[in-house]
């Protein structure tokens, strides 16, 4: 029986399509390779997938990765995808960040607003929405085993060595856009950083046979 694939919101839809897979880089591409394997294995086995996006503060490239990984995997309808984000440390989610996915249709609503606010992210009227907030890698929130621990800033990487209970560690390091921050520049250079990483993730997913 073939399985109905989820309706997105119309606008990321149109964002998604208009995606380009052929800019990435055959360096990059190798850069990728190992999430595919990872992701493709447990295709293939019927297995679940999980994905912990981290980097140092989980304030920015972590949750970017972890909302459009689990957005593009409902896209291609590839079941079983469950997307995390953390930090080597707490923080808060940036609110450039939720402005940014915002812009490119994601419904986003505060459900709890202090130092570190909790944000409900949707991507789809039918599907779970993403919870964002800034948390430790080893956070109640993630999961504790069977998981692949992708490394998207190279100072996080460099400096956890070793990710208690990953199945598979990947880096996948990624520019910071808060090097922009209060510049004229700055939302311009957050959704370049979402538009790569989105065409990336495209690119994964895109590239598993289920």
Not at 52 to 58: E, G, Q, Y
Not at 159 to 174: M, N, S, Y
Request: hydrophobic share 35%; charged share 20%.
């Amino acid at each position: 029986m073939t399985s109905t694939k989820p309706t997105l919101f119309s606008e990321i839809e149109d964002v998604i399509k208009q995606l380009n897979p052929q800019t990435i880089s055959s360096e990059r591409k190798a850069v990728l390779q190992p999430l595919i394997d990872f992701i493709q294995s447990k295709v293939s086995k019927h297995k679940e997938i999980r994905i912990n996006f981290i980097c140092t503060h989980n304030s920015r490239r972590s949750h970017l990765s972890q909302v459009w990984a689990q957005t593009i995997a409902n896209y291609f309808n590839i079941k079983n995808v469950s997307c995390y984000s953390g930090g080597t440390e707490r923080t808060a989610l940036f609110p450039m960040v939720a402005e940014t996915l915002q812009n490119s249709g994601f419904q986003i609503h505060t459900i709890s607003n202090n130092d570190n606010p909790v944000y409900s992210i949707k991507y789809a009227d039918n599907e779970h929405p993403i919870i964002g907030f800034s948390k430790t890698l080893d956070d109640n929130f993630n999961p504790k085993s069977e998981f692949a621990a992708i490394m998207t800033c190279s100072q996080a990487d460099g400096g956890c060595p070793f990710i208690a209970g990953a199945e598979k560690r990947i880096p996948i390091t990624f520019e910071d856009p808060k090097v922009f921050d209060n510049t004229p520049q700055q939302a311009e250079k957050y959704q370049e950083r979402s538009q790569q990483i989105a065409t990336e993730l495209f690119y994964v997913f895109s590239e598993i046979n289920s």
